[in-house]
């Protein structure tokens, strides 16, 4: 009797190992695979990439991807790296199919939602069957180039101002916090992820990271208006405002609005029946007296830009002046104001010589236009309006042809 004890104790013994054995092996086979495939952050923390797990979540600015197989059962294996982008696709490689040699590591200064994926390496050598380990870097907001933007230290007036979280493009961080105010209006609001503006003002933004608890500032000015530039007719100390589609056969004095917010006023200019052309840069407020052709470039700290022209003519060209025969059919036919510089299509205009002329005689002078399919103007100084436009009419004395006068006029339907 007690030998069958014996018997039946030693196979019950025998069966619960075998359980237990079979529970341990089971066990041992869920638990993760560790893989040549590591991941170091800038902080030295190392992580082992195992089969089995979905990824790795961190705070660090940088990391780097290296492959070390100890065993030195293989000699290498690719990998991809996927980010955030703004392109159409969402997410692309950084990294496609890039092979690592065994102890071999590449890094990367970057963060966000990211996927790393690893092959396996076919009979052949290529890759093949990827597995993907979700990898989320979150970046210093104080310490790296996480958040961009054209705000640039001492420089305050943009015409367009931008900030975004370079690391989140698509995927918000909610854990960031912006805080957006415009003096000028009192506008104040709170935003996330990206943030733009072509609103005029003076501008406080702060953005607050809640789960690193930094905090970053940005004061600027976001100006879009132009720099005024006003001409002034300078003879003899005597100035008034520039009139007359800009020409003069005066000095030109260049006046410039907001004068502590320009960065340059520079110049073109062109003697008349000269071939070459000077540049440079002038001033507020300087005078030109050369006669020729002009165009001025004013540029402020903000980058707006306003480009205007001006002739300063060897004589005075008067239009249709008020008490003289014979005058155009645009004043006894059509209504046109004497000395004005609009016609109308089928009507003509008069040019007279001014007393500052050479010669008061219009034959002793060549008369052209910059467009005849707009006007044309006889050797009397007759201009006829052909159709809509804008034409220069020019006056060039045959004796002295470096005595030149212009006139601009206006060709209405």
């Known amino acids: 009797m007690k030998s069958v004890k014996k018997i039946f104790f030693a196979f019950l013994v025998l069966l619960v190992g075998i359980v237990l054995l079979g529970s341990a092996s089971t066990a041992k086979a869920s638990d993760p695979v560790a893989t040549p495939w590591f991941i170091t952050f800038d902080d030295g923390v190392v992580v082992n990439v195992k089969e089995g797990e979905m990824g790795f979540r961190k705070n660090a600015n940088s ?27 969402q997410f692309i490689p950084y990294a496609d199919k890039v092979y690592l040699k065994n102890g071999e590591k590449m890094s990367f200064d970057m963060g966000g939602r990211m996927e790393f994926k690893y092959y396996q390496v076919g009979s052949e050598g290529y890759p093949t069957n990827p597995t ?42 909610e854990n960031l916090v912006w805080d957006i105010y415009n003096y000028d209006t009192g506008k104040e609001y709170e935003f996330g992820g990206y943030f733009s503006t072509y609103e005029e003002g003076e501008y406080a933004v702060s953005v607050y990271d809640t789960v690193t608890e930094e905090y970053l500032s940005f004061e600027f000015i976001v100006d879009r208006t132009k720099p005024v530039v006003e001409l002034i007719e300078w003879d003899w100390m005597t100035g008034t405002p520039l009139l007359g589609n800009h020409i003069t056969s005066k000095g030109v004095k260049v006046n410039c609005s907001d004068d502590m917010e320009l960065a340059t006023i520079s110049y073109w200019y062109k003697g008349f029946n000269s071939s070459r052309a000077e540049t440079g840069t002038i001033e507020n407020g300087f005078t ?89 103007v006889s050797v009397y100084g007759t201009v006829t309006a052909k159709a809509p436009g804008t034409v220069v009419i020019t006056c060039v004395n045959k004796k002295k042809p470096y005595l030149v006068s212009k006139v601009i006029l206006t060709v209405l339907p």
């Open 132 to 173: 993907t380990y979700q990898l989320y870097v979150n970046r210093s907001i104080e310490n790296s180039n996480r958040i961009r933007t054209n705000v640039t230290e001492d420089k305050y007036y943009y015409d367009y101002v931008y900030f975004e979280d370079g690391d989140h493009i698509w995927d918000i961080d």
């Open 288 to 376: 030109f007296y050369r006669k020729g052709d002009y165009t001025i470039r004013v540029e402020d700290t903000a980058g707006n830009l306003t480009v205007i022209s001006f002739t300063i003519t060897s004589f005075d060209i008067m239009v249709d002046p008020e008490g003289v025969n014979p005058v155009g059919t645009e004043v006894t036919q059509n209504g046109g104001e004497y000395g004005g510089t609009t016609m109308s299509v089928g009507y003509t205009r008069c040019l007279y010589l001014g007393g500052d002329a050479p010669s008061q005689s219009r034959l002793d002078y060549t008369f052209t236009s910059s467009d005849e399919s707009i006007a044309t």
């Open 63 to 89: 990391f780097t991807i290296s492959y070390f197989d100890a065993s030195g059962k293989t000699e290498g294996g690719y990998f991809d790296l996927w980010a955030e982008t703004r392109h159409i696709e």
